[in-house]
Nanobody, 125 residues
Framework: QVQLVESGGGLVQAGGSLRLSCAAS????????MGWFRQAPGKERELVAA????????YYADSVKGRFTISRDNAKRTVYLQMNSLKPEDTAVYYC??????????????????WGQGTQVTVSS
């Protein structure tokens, strides 16, 4: 059974930074792509960033390019999302997701069958 546990969310002022972590257990973490999604109230869940199994390929939504950085440490079975220059519109529940795709950075939520419980990020203006 796959388990993903997020941490690092919280309340921050606009312009501040947070670092989310996602610890994985239960399967061969290093073989598969990972992603961070977010869902704001009344909005659909969206892919924020994704990273390939090796870390050599990454994807970012246009809204976070230049501000967010996704990374992974396969030895620690952990994926990170460094969020800088946060804006009120970044407020959402952030979810770590595990893919079954080996190559690249899958863009669609159905390609991620494994999900964490979510962590709240609130950015005040």
């Amino acid at each position: 059974q796959v388990q993903l546990v997020e941490s690092g969310g919280g309340l921050v002022q606009a312009g501040g930074s947070l670092r989310l972590s996602c610890a994985a257990s239960g399967r061969t973490f290093s073989r598969y792509a990972m992603g961070w999604f977010r869902q704001a109230p009344g909005k659909e869940r969206e892919l924020v960033a994704a990273i390939s199994w090796s870390g050599g390929s990454t994807y970012y939504a246009d809204s976070v390019k230049g501000r967010f950085t996704i990374s992974r440490d396969n030895a620690k079975r952990t994926v990170y999302l460094q969020m800088n220059s946060l804006k009120p519109e970044d407020t959402a529940v952030y979810y770590c997701a595990g893919s079954t795709v080996v190559a690249g950075t899958p863009p669609l939520s159905y390609e991620y069958p494994y999900w964490g419980q979510g962590t709240q990020v609130t950015v005040s203006s």
